[in-house]
């Protein structure tokens, strides 16, 4: 797509998880762009980011299924790469993201999110969580022309790593959700807001949400 034919506005990766946890701060984001605080958690969340991809460069890659010594920036044995903080962006899709780490090997491609909080291995991954890595895995896919069929979320807190898989339903679904976002934005439709109302408490909008 080239000119007017780009999807208008240009979303990012983080515009889909906050959708996803709740659509006002999307709404906020783009229809009162002057009101932009930063919070403490948000700086500390870069400083822990960047600690664990110095310890990550030191890791094998068994966790994620991949075999290999997994030490150094490429992977010998299966002939994987890991990228860190790498800058992606899809002019058919309309979005823009950084990725904290993606495994490139032979057939596949790979998003690795970290995320502050713990989680046990089997706990369910929430949904803004899990759309935000299907974003990376379809700017990656269009970079690299592999598949991506599963992706990870990785916990900086107890260094837990849960693999999430892409479907074609889940693919589908995020479509229509982009779509949705855009419509909310361009025709500036306020949306529902969270039902989750303990996520209100720390809301950076709080102070100009109605809801």
């Known amino acids: ?6 999807p208008v506005p240009l979303l ?12 006002r701060i999307v709404y906020f984001r783009y229809l009162m762009p002057s009101f932009r605080p930063t919070t403490y958690k948000m700086e500390e969340g870069k400083i822990r980011q960047a600690e664990e991809v110095i310890l990550e460069k030191r890791r094998t890659l068994a966790r994620f299924g991949i075999k290999g010594n997994g030490r150094g920036r490429i992977l010998e044995e299966q002939k994987a790469e890991k990228l860190f903080s790498v800058k992606l962006v899809s002019s058919r899709l309309g979005i823009s993201g950084i990725v904290d780490m993606a495994i490139i090997t032979s057939d596949e491609v790979i998003p690795v999110d970290f995320k502050d909080g713990a989680f046990s291995v089997g706990e369910v991954i929430p949904l803004h969580h899990k759309y935000q890595l299907l974003i990376y895995g379809l700017l990656l896919e269009e970079m690299h ?34 779509r ?18 303990g996520r209100c408490k720390e809301c950076e909008f709080r102070p100009v949400c109605k809801g």
């Open 1 to 6: 797509m080239h000119g007017t034919d780009l």
């Open 12 to 23: 990012t990766a983080g515009d889909v998880k906050q959708f996803f946890y709740c659509p």
């Open 145 to 178: 022309k592999k598949r991506a069929r599963r992706g990870f979320i990785h916990s900086l807190e107890n260094g837990k790593t849960k693999e999430v898989c892409f479907t074609e339903g889940t693919r589908m679904y995020l479509t229509g959700k982009l």
């Open 180 to 197: 949705k976002m855009r419509d909310m934005i361009n025709h500036e439709i306020m949306p529902d807001e969270t039902p989750y109302k």
